[in-house]
């Protein structure tokens, strides 16, 4: 059994608008005792792994924003992991970058320290849009990071984009696409815009401020995305998550077929042995327990019922489908045990899912609906 | 016994009967200053807010007279709407007199009258008085004319108040005193006493509200019910204040309350006689007739699990009002509920928001229907107080509905518009008549099911307020009934089935389907709404299939939110009613209940 490491980066030098990540402002200080105390979070955590599972397969940096960081932090907390685990020879290294605070020069240092797969939040090329989501960036700090990250010899490297934005038309999004295309990046995470309460996008949308498209409209932008990405050679392996063969994002995969990872800093998740727990979303408790050498865990009773939902709920999602053999190898009966079987023939008269021998899995019309599909068919 | 003097307030809803209670028990010093507030009677919640009066208060006040004489004021204060007429009727039987309240604005209204037949029937005294008189829209001597012409008294004989001012209150005591003659039982006799209204305690079980015609009662008497022979040991007698005020024994003639340790409410019946066990008296009072619930509905809640719990509210709603009916029934659309009888649609709204405020139960209500008869070709007659029990057309012969004949009194000015709404209505045109020139007289025969829902609001609104409606008892007639089905995805849902007049079956079916398909949200499928009669289909709507619906995002492993996202989604849809693959929610029964017909 081998391992996926998540770690979460808790700062960000602005706040956006629609974002519920845990997160805050950036401070140098707080930087330096948060990576101190990671680096006994590791040596905590790595007692709780079997010797043989200390292999990482992937590791992702995400938060916040990572690209914030000083690399020399980054560099020390590298040689820890490297005392800990092994890496596997294929490791894929995963790093979150906002293009406001990327340089060649960075760039080329994270290519040295082993991160092999930038991502940058990218989310639109309209500045007016980007400016409604309150992002700092702009369309030339994307231009030049990707063209960095490409002279720097990043072959893997994706971005992320945001349709169904407050007032977006297809016509704004087809721009976003023309552009997302011709930059050609390997992976391409494409996000409907979720409206997450408490945030300063829920009180405008709630105010009548902003208006988001109709579900007609997002069925169509999202219709449109895919077939332009299709187009182009990508492939639509999840939901929001676009590739070029060989390129989909094996952390993400793992997550969602059920694979463990670990997830150091504050608000991460971990997934090991089916028992999942995670970190408090407070970086100050966070740093205080570390302090006393205790990790801040709150576990995750997840009963085996809740599991067979989550590897349904997520399963769904990829293009590839529940696979009836790793069900029946996790849970020990087979996936209809966890779904309604009317549910599921009605579905399928219906032409939303499809289900053979080996998978049971949305069809192009059914994953645009994919919550409520999930919704209905789980018991 | 000759001081007493036991009278009922009554009127025209909103004539000021509870305001006229108050200043009496002002100026008879019942209650302090600090406990006075306006209609103070009025002390359940819902009275509070809607500023009506629901159930009748009883009170007793002590007056000492010009002549120095300390009387005994028995008072009711009644409801005025029409729903609570049983309440009036009751509190009738325990007095010798009434108080005919007439507003000094409004003139006599169709209450005003009904109420005053009641008294009559009863063979009290009326004491004709005119409120409002400080009003600049008063016009005492039209509603003085109006009075005379209705009871034949004299001018000298009303009594001009305000119960806003205290003007007039004085004069009102005394001829109270004088003119309601003092109550005629023999306190000699063995104890008779009267169950005018009873109400249901959890701590002591029921109290039963008596008016003692012979004999007397006191603590430690052994007491027996006539109608079920049910025997108690008084625990407890007093008379009303603002709260319950013990006593000593309650004699002949006086009105009060008895506790006896009565766990069941339905043993302390309303209109039934208590007499003493050792001493019965021989026969009973006549008692009440049974009142007739008007109006049914289905309640089931919208949450199927809280079926125990609306059963055990609407057990307790019973006990403090024997006039809610209700028995079991199911529905494939809303699963178990129950069909409950009113006595009109106010009832019904007031049922239905004591179980939310007192119960904490949310409910569906089923669009509300009268009861029809059936005559099948077999000559067996089915009482159908319920959509669903309607028989199969095919065996019918004949439909009845039930018919009232009723007075709508109104100013001569509006006339022309209220009885372009009767028509509407199908109402059945008889004449016109004008006891007076500021008042016409209108009657009609209806349809109950006509104007037992919104009729009054309309009829209130067209006439600015002025006219007024009352009806007397259904009788049933033929009439050209269908049975209106709703079906979504060809799966009728018989919980917006509706009988109706083949006439106005066509329009409702186009609104009520119109109105779904804005309510019920987008699905993964088409959903059709359709509206029959029988098999043929005669409205039809549809509902695109939803088209995007999935949050994008699934970061970090925080794959514990998500799943709970979605059992939260799941829990939230528990609202939602299914027919067949379709989830409805319950706004779309609601709106039902709010189609034009
Ligand atoms: N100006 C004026 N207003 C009055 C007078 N008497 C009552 N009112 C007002 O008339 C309204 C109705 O008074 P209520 O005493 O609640 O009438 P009611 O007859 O008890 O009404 P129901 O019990 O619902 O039938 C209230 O707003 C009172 O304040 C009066 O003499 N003068
Ligand atoms: S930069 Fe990213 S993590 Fe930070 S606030 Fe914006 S969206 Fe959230
Ligand atoms: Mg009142």
């Known amino acids: 059994m081998s391992l996926s490491l998540y770690i979460h980066f808790p700062f960000c030098s602005n706040l956006c608008g629609y974002c519920d990540f845990y997160k805050q402002t950036y401070q140098p200080d707080w930087e330096r005792r948060y990576f101190a105390a990671l680096e006994r979070e590791l040596t905590l955590a790595i007692d709780e792994i079997e010797p043989s599972q200390r292999t990482l397969e992937t590791i992702y940096i995400g938060g916040g924003t990572p690209s914030l960081m000083h690399l020399s932090h980054l560099e020390n907390l590298l040689s820890a992991l490297h005392r800990c685990f092994r890496f596997a020879s294929d490791l894929e290294f995963s790093f979150e970058i906002n293009p406001e605070s990327i340089n060649a020069e960075k760039l080329l240092e994270l290519y040295r320290l082993g991160v092999n797969r930038p991502i940058f939040g990218l989310q639109s090329f309209n500045v007016r849009l980007l400016k409604r989501l309150n992002r700092r960036h702009t369309i030339s700090d994307s231009l030049r990071a990707i063209y960095q990250a490409r002279a720097t010899g990043f072959v893997n490297f994706g971005i992320d984009l945001i349709f169904g934005l407050p007032r977006q038309t297809s016509r704004l999004l087809s721009d976003d696409l023309d552009q997302a295309v011709d930059l050609a990046p390997p992976h391409i995470s494409y996000y409907q815009l979720t409206v997450e309460p408490n945030t300063v996008l829920a009180d405008k949308i709630a105010s009548g401020q902003l208006k988001l498209p109709d579900n007609d409209l997002m069925a169509a932008m999202y219709r449109g995305i895919h077939q332009t990405l299709s187009k182009h050679g990508y492939e639509r392996y999840e939901v929001s998550s676009f590739a070029r063969p060989g390129f989909a994002c094996r952390h993400n995969l793992r997550y969602w077929e059920g694979g463990d990872f670990l997830g150091l800093g504050p608000a991460a998740h971990s997934f090991i042995g089916e028992r999942r727990f995670a970190n408090v979303a407070d970086l100050g408790i966070y740093l205080q327990s570390l302090d006393n050498r205790t990790r801040p865990l709150v576990a995750d009773v997840v009963g085996m019922e809740a599991r067979m939902t989550e590897a349904v709920m997520l399963g769904l999602r990829t293009a590839r489908g529940i696979s009836r053999g790793d069900f029946h190898r996790r849970f020990g009966m087979p996936v209809e045990r966890a779904i309604d079987g009317d549910m599921l023939t009605l579905l399928r008269d219906n032409g939303l899912i499809s289900a053979d021998g080996n998978y049971v899995k949305l069809t192009d019309s059914g994953l645009p609906v994919a919550d409520d599909i999930i919704r209905r068919l789980i018991k | ?597």
């Open chain 2, 1 to 597: 016994m000759k001081n007493i003097r036991n009278f009922s307030i009554i009127a025209h809803i909103d004539h000021g009967k509870s305001t006229l209670a108050d200043r009496l028990l002002e100026s008879t010093r019942t209650i302090t200053e600090r406990q006075m507030r306006s209609q103070v009677l009025d002390d359940m919640d819902l009275e509070r807010e809607r500023g009506i009066t629901i159930k009748a208060h009883a009170i007793r006040l002590a007056y000492k007279a010009k002549d120095g004489t300390i009387y005994q004021l028995n008072l009711i204060d009644t409801p005025g709407h029409v729903d609570f007429t049983y309440e009036v009727s009751r509190s009738l039987s325990a007095c010798e007199g009434v108080l005919l309240v007439v507003d000094a604005a409004q003139g006599v209204e169709a209450q005003t009258v009904s109420n005053l037949y009641l008294a009559i029937e009863n063979d009290l005294e009326v004491i004709p008085v005119i409120n409002k008189i400080d009003l600049p829209a008063a016009q005492p001597d039209i509603v003085a004319e109006q009075i005379i012409d209705l009871i034949g008294c004299n001018q000298e004989d009303i009594i001009h108040c305000s119960a806003k001012t205290g003007q007039g209150i004085d004069r009102l005591l005394e001829t109270i005193v004088n003119k309601v003659p003092p109550p005629a039982g023999n306190p000699d006799r063995p104890l008779k006493a009267l169950v005018f209204d009873s109400v249901y305690d959890s701590y002591r079980g029921a109290i039963a509200y008596v008016k003692i015609v012979d004999g007397s009662v006191a603590r430690g008497d052994r007491i027996k019910f006539f109608s079920h022979g049910k025997q108690y040991e008084v625990d407890e007698v007093g008379c009303r204040r603002l709260t319950n005020f013990p006593l000593e024994r309650l004699g002949a003639g006086e009105v009060g309350y008895l506790y006896a340790n009565i766990k069941n409410v339905s043993d302390t019946r309303v209109g039934d006689t208590i007499t003493s066990t050792s001493d019965p008296t021989a026969s009973a009072l006549p008692g009440f007739v049974a009142i007739k619930p008007m109006v049914f509905s289905g309640l089931y809640p919208a949450i199927a699990e809280d079926y125990t719990e609306l059963r055990d509210a609407l057990e307790k709603l019973m006990l403090n009002d024997a006039s809610l009916r209700f028995t079991p029934e199911t529905s494939s659309a809303l699963g178990f509920g129950f069909r409950c009888g009113f006595l009109g649609m106010l009832h019904m709204e007031i049922i239905t928001e004591r179980l939310a405020r007192e119960y904490d139960q949310t409910i569906i209500n089923t669009v509300p229907n009268v009861e029809y008869h059936a005559f099948l070709s077999n000559g067996e007659l089915i009482e159908v107080d319920s959509p669903t029990q309607m028989p199969d057309p095919a065996k019918i012969e004949y439909v009845e509905e039930p018919y009232v004949d009723a007075q709508v009194i109104t100013l001569p000015d509006s006339l022309g518009a209220i009885m372009r709404l009767c028509t509407e209505r199908r109402g059945i045109y008889k004449n016109t008549e004008y006891p007076t020139q500021s008042r016409a007289v209108l009657s009609y025969a209806f349809p109950l099911s006509e104007i037992i829902f919104d009729f009054y609001d309309k009829l209130k609104s067209i006439s600015r307020g002025y006219a007024s409606l009352d009806y007397g008892l259904p009788y049933y007639s033929k009439s050209n009934l269908v049975k209106l089905d709703i079906l979504i995805n060809s799966e009728p849902v018989d919980a917006l089935s509706v009988i109706i007049h083949r006439d106005k079956a066509y329009k409702y079916g186009l609104n009520l389907t119109e109105k779904l398909r804005g309510l019920i949200p987008r699905q993964l499928f088409e959903v059709v709404i359709q509206a029959s009669i029988g098999s043929r289909i005669i409205a039809r709507a549809s509902v695109k299939p939803l088209r995007k619906n999935v949050t994008a995002k699934c970061y970090g492993g925080d794959i514990t939110r998500k799943r709970k996202l979605l059992e939260r989604q799941k829990e939230g849809k528990k609202r939602l009613k299914q027919i067949g693959t379709v989830e409805i929610p319950q706004e779309a029964f609601l709106a039902a209940l709010k189609i034009d017909s």
